[in-house]
């Protein structure tokens, strides 16, 4: 519990690849369920139980500072995007809706992995 907002469940996980065609083919092959995108595609996703990991080649061929970024649903996202002013921190946008029908907003952490907290719309 963070404050008045509790911070309930890992959503999804994005991690980056240079070659989504063998990325792809080595989740597959682990028996991950493809949900969307695949070999051609630049965002895929395989469902694990009731949550997603992501493959992402945005970015492909630049320097990549980070690892991914990890999402976390949360309570209330615009609570959670205050306390994180109140504690001094910088996130990288204020809260959003998205085209996914999710709320959210990014922050990174010291080693510069981006976390996302995220509520979906209407709930």
Do not use: C
């Not at 959670?80 to 921190?89: H, I, N, P």
């Amino acid at each position: 519990m963070v404050g008045s907002v509790q911070i309930e469940s890992l959503s999804a996980l994005t991690l980056f690849t240079g070659d989504m065609a063998r990325a792809v083919a080595f989740y597959k092959l682990l028996g991950f369920d493809l949900a969307q995108g695949g070999a051609a595609a630049a965002f895929t996703t395989f469902r694990v139980g009731g949550q997603f990991l992501n493959l992402t080649s945005e970015g492909k061929g630049r320097a990549m500072d980070v690892w991914g970024r990890a999402i976390f649903y949360v309570s209330d996202v615009d609570a959670m995007y205050r306390r994180t002013l109140a504690l001094g921190l910088a996130p990288d946008f204020a809260p959003r809706d998205a085209a996914w029908n999710e709320r959210y907003f990014h922050i990174k952490d010291p080693d510069g992995h981006e976390i996302s907290f995220a509520r979906p719309l209407g709930s």
